[in-house]
């Protein structure tokens, strides 16, 4: 199967099963599944979850737990904005400064108390919690088909604030783990631990992670769309 094929894969289990969770349909998006508390409960036993002081967060439904415990631990949590359409492509939630931890940790609130920044003012970023369409237990991961969470970590490695040894995980249902070994693509970011509500998955992963953009494979459109390409581009 190709990459689209694994994830309409998916998305049918996931409904078919009962397991998806709102919003609907799960098709298209990085999908919400049952037991995503669960799995967030998960990951924070993890030693670099503990030793985190600032994450990089994806903004979905099935990783708001992870960003509320993020909140609750004292932890900064940055998300990027959608697309990357600003001139500064990125959000800061600071626990210190934000009341309302419910509201921070929906797409809106993050929007309207997060602090936009770009990424020379971030602080660097100990642990990257990435949402998944598709994952295996070798590290290889699927997202929705738009490439934003990959291009989100090349920008982060190209200003210092992530590298080789900055771990990277995601939260999924049991559904989304493969049996089989998944296609992937050079600036595909490699997952160090799979958590479902079940199970924590070490990868042991052998690919490698981006060491920044890679310029060959955008194109001029996309790169005219997002104003921090238009800056860096060589």
Partial sequence: MDKQELRERVWDDLEDSGEARFPFPPHGRIPNFAGAKEAADRLTELAAWRDADAIKANPDSPQR???????????TVYVAVPRLADERPFLELDPDRIDDYDEATTISGADELGVQVLPEEMAAVDLIVSGSVVVDDRGARIGKGEGYSDLEFALLREVGLVDDDTTVVTTVH?????????????????????????????????????????????????????????????
């Fill in 65 to 75: 737990p992870v960003r509320r415990r993020a909140l609750d631990a004292g932890k």
């Fill in 174 to 234: 049991e559904l989304q783990v493969a049996d089989e070994g998944l296609p992937r693509d050079a600036h595909d970011v490699p997952m160090d631990h799979v958590v479902t509500p079940e199970r924590t998955i070490a990868t042991g992963t052998g690919y490698e992670k981006p060491d920044g953009v890679d310029w060959a494979a955008l194109d001029d459109e996309k790169i005219a769309e997002i104003p921090i390409l238009q800056e860096k581009r060589p």
